[in-house]
């Protein structure tokens, strides 16, 4: 009965150890930001516990049909009637800039890497994304961009993402760009960047394995031993306690 609760015990105090974030284990987050960015990012895998998905939109009504990730209105006090950005790269600026130290408590704290996906022309996918790399240096947060551009034909849109783009690379050269010209459809260009984004999930995720592996085997040992004295030392105080009675008990009369 001692072993049971001992093994009981030890494996509770360490699940509750890991849920309380003080317990080492990988996190990934992935974070799509306006529109576009948030649509790949909703087709990722989901089956992952170790990465977690984020939409990061200035569009309220656009993220409220959102069910398949975690959904957060920025600049819902800045943006003109709790809308969208309106396509003005320096109103997203200013909403992600303003939400800034939420978006790092919710979405940045304790992650081991960030995923910012984003497809560069529109107000929110560019003002957002720049600013994002920003909060990110700031941080530490070890984190890699990935960009798509529009198509040639789309002038307004392709001087925006160039200037986006050119903020984005001044700050990181952590960053990787998609051209809608160089493939044939949007779904080619969504399945590469899924395909780039789960090498470098598998990759990081072995990594942590090694680090974190040999870490998690020295931390179960220090809980186990630490615990068994314990319940050890439990067990000796009750027996110390029942004997005397069981002897008084046992006295002719």
Same mark, same amino acid.
């Given at each position: ?17 890991? #849920? ?22 909703? =087709? ?5 516990? =170790? ?43 200013? /909403? @992600?800039?303003?939400?800034?130290? @939420?978006?790092?408590?919710? !979405? ?17 996918? #560019?003002?957002?994304? !720049? ?13 890699? !961009? @990935? /960009? ?12 925006? /993402?160039?200037?986006?783009? /050119? ?77 005397? !009675?069981?002897? =008084? ?5």
């Amino acid at each position: 009965m001692i072993d049971k609760n001992r093994a009981n015990l030890i494996n509770k105090v360490t699940n509750g150890l890991k #849920s309380g974030k003080k317990f080492l284990e990988p996190s990934v987050v992935c974070i799509g930001i306006g529109g576009g960015g948030c649509n790949i990012v909703s =087709e990722l895998n989901k089956k992952r516990k =170790e990465v977690n998905l984020f939409c990061l939109n200035t569009d309220a009504l656009s993220n409220a049909k959102r069910s398949d990730v975690i959904s957060m209105n920025i600049g819902t006090e800045y943006v003109l009637d709790n809308r969208d950005s309106g396509g003005y790269v320096e109103v997203a600026k200013k /909403a @992600f800039k303003e939400d800034s130290a @939420f978006i790092d408590v919710q !979405v940045l704290r304790r992650t081991d890497l960030v995923l910012v996906v984003t497809t560069l022309g529109g107000g929110t996918g #560019s003002g957002g994304a !720049v600013e994002m790399v920003k909060l990110l240096k700031r941080e530490n947060t070890p984190f890699k !961009v @990935f /960009a798509v551009r529009p198509f040639e034909f789309e002038d307004n849109r392709k001087e925006v /993402a160039d200037r986006a783009l /050119a903020q984005i690379r001044k700050e990181t050269d952590h960053v990787e760009v998609y051209d809608n010209n160089e493939f044939e459809s949007i779904g080619e260009i969504n399945m590469r960047i899924k395909e780039d984004m789960e090498a470098i999930i598998v990759s990081q995720l072995k990594l942590y394995d090694t680090l974190y592996g040999k870490y998690n085997d020295y931390f179960n040992r220090i809980v186990e031993e630490t615990l068994a004295e314990e319940l050890t030392e439990q067990v000796l105080t009750i027996n110390i306690e029942v004997d005397p !009675v069981e002897t =008084e008990v046992s006295r002719p009369l």
